[in-house]
């Protein structure tokens, strides 16, 4: 897959995981080991990944998993994770790019449901592209406070 998207010249790829690890340890790891930004199931036959390129670089990224959603599991539910663009090319479509391939590729598949833990301070993106939010704020060691968000799709 490849789709032209947000910011001139920029267009939305599916990758394999590696390519998107530079950027994960980077953006969303700093400081931590590069086997830190492998995630459980990045290699499953199901989860696809997506990066956002401009020319031949990558700016931002997105990876989809086939799991459970905790608050009420569905065997339609997709979990996003790891979706993170580079500072320099922030609030310029490409987050809803890649949120987009990921919906088209989950409603593809059957899916019901994406879901995420947001950091906190992407909650307004998610709620602005029709997500709700389940619960209270919790901590993911080392990485942050979060919040459980989903939408029906």
Known sequence: MSKACGAPGTE???VPAAALL??????????????????PGDDEPQTRHFAAYLADRVVGIASLYHNPCPQRPDPGDWQLRSMATVEELRHRGLARCLLQACLEHAISDGGRRLWCNARVAAAGFYLRHGFDCHGREFLIPEIG?????????
């Open 22 to 39: 530079p950027l994960r340890q980077r953006l969303l790891r700093p400081g931590r080991p590069p086997q830190a930004c492998v995630l």
């Open 12 to 14: 939305i790829r599916t």
């Open 145 to 153: 406070p979060h919040l459980l968000m989903s939408r029906e799709i």
